[in-house]
Antibody
């Protein structure tokens, strides 16, 4: 069945780089796009960026200068790297998916999320 | 960027009530609007996609409607397990944007 699972460190120091992994199963990264979405504690959701099925990427302009998304299709993994972390980057980070040409699939499955705290 | 204005921010209702939550987009989003339910400590769960399509496994008391810039989620008869925060999401164009959320509680 379809699964997405985020992993990464729970604590990152200010000014350091966050590295997260989304491991997927039950679908192919060459047919689906994978997105990253984050949620500060007690607040709403923010779309961060996506890895497209063909390897292209797109980013939220508010984060573009700090964010990089990559993938390893052989391992069914999508990676997020964000540098220069500050305390307002604290929150839960999710990966989710959509299909290359089926709008009915948009953000249907989500990972369970990984909580990241930025603190010294 | 498309702004999504969701209302109300907080809603208190009684079991059996009909509940409506609204999202207004800053421009036409062509019915590319999803609704999600999020319970404390959990990932969002998709309820409705493309304005009015019910996600498999979601009870039929949930429904969606709308067009253009205005969209509504309706719970026809509120149940205790519906206590949660609800979000809308537009996926008409990037960056994809969410409403700020409606926290639904039992009166």
């Amino acid at each position: 069945q379809v699964q997405l699972k985020e992993s990464g460190p729970g604590l990152v120091q200010p000014s350091q780089t966050l590295s997260l992994t989304c491991t997927v199963s039950g679908f192919s990264l060459t047919s689906y796009n994978v997105h990253w979405v984050r949620q500060p504690p007690g607040k709403g959701l923010e779309w961060m960026g996506r890895m497209r099925y063909n390897g292209d990427t797109s980013y939220n302009s508010a984060l573009k200068s700090r964010l990089s998304i990559s993938r390893d299709t052989s391992k069914n993994q999508v990676f997020l790297k964000m540098n220069s972390l500050q305390t307002d980057d604290t929150g839960t980070y999710y990966c989710t998916r959509d299909h290359r040409n089926n709008y009915g699939v948009f953000f249907d499955y989500w990972g369970q999320g990984v909580m990241v705290t930025v603190s010294s | 960027d498309i702004q999504m204005t969701q209302s109300p921010s907080f809603l208190s209702a009684t079991v059996g009530d009909r509940v409506t939550i609204n999202c207004k987009a800053s421009q036409n989003i062509n019915k590319y609007l999803n609704w999600y339910q999020q319970k404390l400590g959990e990932a969002p769960k998709r309820l409705i996609y493309n304005t009015n399509s019910l996600q498999t496994g979601i009870p039929s008391r949930f429904s969606g409607s709308g067009s253009g810039t205005d969209y509504t989620l309706t719970i026809s008869s509120l149940q205790p397990e519906d206590v949660a925060t609800y979000f809308c999401l537009q996926h008409n164009s990037g960056p994809y944007t969410f409403g700020a959320g409606t926290k639904l509680e039992l009166k």
